[in-house]
C-alpha cells in the first residue's frame, strides 16, 4: 500500500500498519511509513525528503496534528498517545 500527499515528501511512500509505537520506529527504520486508523481517527508516521521524521493525526479526512520529532523516542511517545485517541 502506498500514501501520497505526506508533508514535505515529494514522491508516494510504501506504507504498513503498525499498532504500536515499537512496530512503528521499525516500519519507519526501514524507509517506510508507519499508519493505523480507528473508528476515532488516523495516524502516519514517517521520513520525510529531509531525513526528518514527521508524525501527522487526521479525524474525518481532515489533519488535526502535525509533528516533527528530534529523537524516535519523542516520536514513539506522541504515536502511543494518538492510538489511545484513534481506537
Not at 502535525?66 to 506522541?78: C, E, G, H, V
Amino acid at each position: 500500500m502506498e500514501v501520497r500527499g505526506l508533508p514535505d515528501t515529494k514522491d508516494a511512500v510504501e506504507c504498513v500498519f503498525a499498532r504500536s509505537a515499537s512496530a512503528a520506529l521499525r516500519v519507519v527504520r526501514i524507509g517506510k511509513a508507519a499508519t493505523d486508523a480507528g473508528d476515532r481517527g488516523a495516524i502516519d508516521l514517517w521520513y520525510d525528503d529531509n531525513g526528518d521524521l514527521r508524525g501527522t493525526r487526521c479525524v474525518h479526512l481532515a489533519q488535526v496534528e502535525l509533528k516533527k520529532f528530534r529523537t524516535q523516542a519523542q516520536a514513539a511517545k506522541w504515536y502511543r498517545g494518538v492510538l489511545k485517541k484513534i481506537h
